[in-house]
């Protein structure tokens, strides 16, 4: 049977070795032991392979916490992260706000509540596309060096940490609470004393957690003492930094491809410029685990990426494959931004952290769960993979990885099957990856694999354009399968059918050919269960219920024409610099009314299928939305709207000739704006 920590990292109402999940509470009768060594956390002496998943708890209204945690147990997350912004609870100086949507002790209390393991990012530097980073105007303003060892910028964090250790007191993993670890800084590339000092002002406060964390890129100056932090790394499928504004602009493509090199030389690139492939000397000696894996991507004004479910998808499959142990996703749950004294999104007109230009409101992510908790197609793709890492994980984290395929790659290339082998030396995964975004990759033909000592299949096969998936090798009497291994509950193993490759499955000496999708309830052998990508995706959650949708639909209605386009000025960062709130003045404007009554409203988003530069919606004349259109709709969710709200007006901004922005190929870019639709949905896309 698994440990008990295990039935914490099962999520929903899914089984691990039996037990309900729901059943664990954290416990101070009953701690689980955390311990780590170079290949993964052990947690009361058994390997595991979580899952982490990015929300920040003060960019969603308090009331939806619960259901955003509940939706991301579902979604297979096993531990949760969020960043503490410094500037979102101390925006004036000395005055700590930690009420409502702000208050952390609550959001805590509620993932206790729901039995979801706690990382804390803790500053005081986060960036998270927030105003400076999230470090408060009033540093600046006082002329303090922050990220650095001025001891006046130090005192400052002490307050912080004083105040966020107030949040945290009796919650802590040693407490029988769910905060098992914290970052400290973010993307830092400086001294390690420097973050020592972060770490020793907390310990002397009273943090006292199983391991510490930081971002392992770009390389430190100098090192932190081994063991003291954990580096954690990113990749991503494409970055609005990217000053670029063509489509495949970056070293985004090395994603896709299994390499030994664990961290990345494409985030944030504006600011680190070109980056080696070098880590900081003594970081390979510990576990390779992930805390900025793409799960989606936001928009800059001057950048505006469509970001697909198979690129998540495929990211996080070449991680695994390449040796990852957590897979860590941001985000993994949009957020929009909150109110403050002045607005709160990073712009290059504020005092730091000016690299580009970001909503105001908007921080939806396009992650698997959106600004509304909308859930998208990759929430549901990337569960298979959670599944995966739940019941196999212990037999997965001692596996080392190699990579018999080329690991240093061009853009595009074709030339041969992108695949890893993840092995202990008698049994196995092969990881394939026949998929890059934005670039049409061949099918492969004449495959065959050769893995402990077993080759397969019988006879070579065609991967597929586009397939990414994973097949077991001597895994629970399975001898192999060009089947992707799901998961293991009550003694049924269930694989997944890969489109378009013929289904083989060994067991034993027995091989089954040409095998069908019977579905969860209909082996294909003895407690063997082959499902489609459908059925693999949804496991284990209940049967979705539809949304009742109100039977009257909104109306909408142009009351003024855009004025003069505005001038598109070049900002200090040298990119497009995003409309100001005079701007829209000389917006088009359009009246949103026929609204469904308050009671009509919940898990109701309204859709606004429009063509524009950037749209904002009011109500009452507060700023409640805002959309950089990339081709896709805007959404709103409208429980999130006073109750007695009966109309909302909504501003465009027309697109103009020849604008120095990147959009993709699905936008309607033509100069011009308009609202084509306007529609009601329900938030489970």
Not at 20 to 41: G, R, T, Y
Not at 190 to 207: C, D, N, R, T, V
Not at 231 to 250: M, Q, V
């Amino acid at each position: 049977m698994k440990s008990t920590f295990l039935s914490i990292l099962a999520g929903g109402a899914l089984l691990i070795g039996g037990i309900p999940a729901h059943a664990f509470e954290f416990n101070k009768n009953s701690i689980p032991d955390v311990k780590w060594d170079a290949q993964s956390l052990i947690i009361d002496g058994d390997r595991v392979t979580p899952v982490m998943g990015e929300i920040h708890y003060s960019r969603l209204p308090e009331n939806e916490w619960r259901s955003s945690v509940r939706k991301m147990k579902d979604g297979g997350v096993t531990i949760i992260a969020t960043y503490v912004f410094w500037n979102h609870i101390e925006e004036n100086e000395g005055r700590f706000d930690w009420s409502g949507q702000r208050n952390l002790r609550r959001f805590i209390e509620i993932c206790k509540e729901e039995g979801m393991p706690v990382v804390l990012r803790v500053g005081p530097f986060c960036h998270g596309e927030v105003r400076n980073g999230g470090i408060p105007d009033w540093i600046f303003d006082k002329g303090i060096k922050s990220r650095s060892e001025d001891p006046a910028f130090l005192d400052a964090v002490a307050k912080l940490y004083r105040q966020i250790f107030t949040q945290v007191q009796g919650l802590q993993w040693k407490d029988g609470g769910p905060v098992m670890a914290c970052q400290f800084d973010n993307e830092y590339r400086g001294h390690g004393s420097y973050l020592m000092s972060l770490k020793g002002i907390a310990e002397e406060i009273g943090f006292d957690l199983p391991f510490y964390t930081r971002t392992g890129w770009p390389e430190l100056k100098t090192p932190v003492p081994f063991g003291e932090m954990i580096p954690l790394y990113g990749d991503y499928a494409d970055g609005f930094w990217e000053r670029s504004i063509k489509p495949t602009a970056g070293n985004y493509y090395k994603a896709f491809n299994f390499k030994g090199f664990r961290s990345s030389t494409a985030i944030a690139s504006e600011q680190l410029k070109d980056q080696k492939e070098k880590l900081t000397e003594g970081d390979e000696l510990y576990p390779y685990f992930t805390c900025e894996l793409g799960g989606g991507m936001m928009g800059a004004y001057h950048r505006r990426p469509w970001i697909y479910p198979e690129d998540a998808y495929a990211l996080a499959t070449v991680k695994l494959g390449s040796g990852s142990n957590l897979l860590g996703y941001y985000m993994y749950h949009g957020g929009t931004n909150p109110e403050g004294d002045s607005y709160l999104n990073e712009t290059q007109r504020t005092q730091a952290t000016n690299y580009n230009d970001l909503p105001v409101k908007n921080y939806d992510f396009q992650a698997p769960l959106g600004e509304f908790g909308q859930t998208y197609p990759h929430y549901y793709t990337l569960r298979k993979l959670h599944l995966f890492m739940q019941d196999y994980g212990d037999v997965l984290a001692p596996m080392e990885a190699s990579f018999p395929a080329p690991q240093d790659i061009a853009k595009g290339d074709d030339s041969s099957l992108r695949y890893s082998y993840r092995t202990d030396g008698d049994r196995g995964f092969v990881f394939i990856n026949n998929y890059e975004r934005l670039q049409k990759l061949s099918a492969k033909k004449g495959i065959r694999f050769d893995l402990c000592g077993v080759k397969f299949p019988s006879k070579p096969i065609t991967i597929p354009a586009g397939t990414t998936c994973i097949f077991p090798v001597n895994i629970d009497g399975i001898r192999y399968a060009t089947a992707q291994l799901i998961a293991k509950r009550d003694g049924r193993i269930y694989l997944q059918q890969i489109p378009g490759i013929p289904t083989e499955i060994a067991l034993g000496k027995k091989v089954i050919k040409n095998v069908k999708a019977l579905g969860p309830e209909r082996p294909v052998a003895d407690n063997v269960y082959l499902l489609t990508s459908e059925q693999a995706a949804r496991l284990f959650l209940p049967e979705k219920t539809p949304v009742s949708l109100p039977a009257v639909m909104p109306k909408i209605g142009k009351t003024a024409e855009a004025g003069a386009p505005r001038k598109i000025t070049i900002g200090v960062n040298k990119a497009a610099e995003e409309p100001s709130d005079e701007d829209f003045e000389n917006a088009a404007i359009y009246t949103v009314s026929n609204l469904p009554k308050a009671d009509e409203r919940e898990n109701v988003l309204l859709k606004i299928d429009y063509r524009g530069d950037v749209a904002r919606l009011y109500c009452d004349g507060k700023l409640i939305a805002d959309n950089f259109y990339n081709g896709r709709p805007m959404l709103y969710g409208l429980w999130r709207l006073p109750e007695n709200a009966e109309k909302l007006e909504l501003r465009i901004l027309p697109l103009q000739e020849d604008m120095s922005v990147y959009f993709p190929e699905e936008a309607d870019i033509r100069p011009g704006e308009e609202v084509k639709a306007i529609s009601l949905i329900e938030s489970s896309l």
